[in-house]
T-cell receptor, first 112, second 114 residues
Framework: QQQVKQSPQSLIVQKGGISIINCAYE??????FPWYQQFPGKGPALLIA?????SEKKEGRFTISFNKSAKQFSLHIMDSQPGDSATYFC???????????FGAGTILRVKS | GAVVSQHPSWVICKSGTSVKIECRSL??????MFWYRQFPKQSLMLMAT?????????EQGVEKDKFLINHASLTLSTLTVTSAHPEDSSFYIC??????????FGPGTRLTVT
């Protein structure tokens, strides 16, 4: 049972555009929502994370928007660059031994 | 800070042999480490949770006798794939949990079984 649903599967954005990736969850015990960036052949790296007590968090060009009532959160990449081309995973954590539950991933390609 | 290393980065072994993968937290102590498996174009699948000084907890469907995990110190966990077969070929990634429960991931190990 997939506990975190991520969309879209793939995304093509022009350089300078905004990339938006969405995730939805069901388990209300989740209390921590990180986003990871993974380049081919590498491990995932933490990009930005949010807790449900805030609705938005911004770090540089990356912003998480969080809607607790809808149980949805999204990643916005402003001024997308070719170097942002990677696979992005949303995740959620809460209870259950601090395990992370990952979304299916979104392959982002930024065209120059 | 919060660097996690894995060794080797890639390994090729023959069917029926065993291979050991090391995961080290270089600049912090980790009482808990996690092992994941990732197939091409798929998400990370948690295999097991490794706690220092105790037996690992395996996820449903993961053969504990095939994937041996040892967490002998606060900075080292090892995954041994025993009697490897071609279907075990995959990308194995570890993560180490810091004191604030953040997971820091290693660079991964590409295993190819021929």
């Amino acid at each position: 049972q997939q506990q975190v649903k991520q969309s879209p599967q793939s995304l093509i954005v022009q350089k300078g555009g905004i990339s938006i990736i969405n995730c939805a969850y069901e388990n209300t015990a989740f209390d921590y929502f990180p986003w990871y960036q993974q380049f081919p052949g590498k491990g995932p790296a933490l990009l930005i994370a949010i807790r449900p007590d805030v609705s938005e968090k911004k770090e540089g060009r990356f912003t998480i928007s969080f809607n607790k009532s809808a149980k949805q959160f999204s990643l916005h990449i402003m001024d997308s660059q070719p170097g942002d081309s990677a696979t992005y995973f949303c995740a959620a954590r809460g209870g259950d031994g601090n395990k992370l539950v990952f979304g299916a991933g979104t392959i982002l390609r930024v065209k120059s | 800070g919060a660097v996690v290393s894995q060794h080797p980065s890639w390994v090729i072994c023959k069917s029926g042999t065993s291979v050991k993968i090391e995961c080290r937290s270089l600049d912090f102590q980790a009482t808990t480490m996690f092992w994941y498996r990732q197939f091409p174009k798929q998400s990370l699948m948690l295999m097991a949770t490794s706690n220092e000084g105790s037996k690992a907890t395996y996820e449903q469907g993961v053969e504990k006798d095939k994937f041996l995990i040892n967490h002998a110190s606060l900075t080292l966990s090892t995954l041994t794939v025993t009697s490897a077969h071609p279907e075990d070929s995959s990308f194995y990634i570890c993560s180490a949990q810091s004191i604030d429960y953040e997971q820091y991931f290693g660079p991964g190990t590409r295993l190819t079984v021929t």
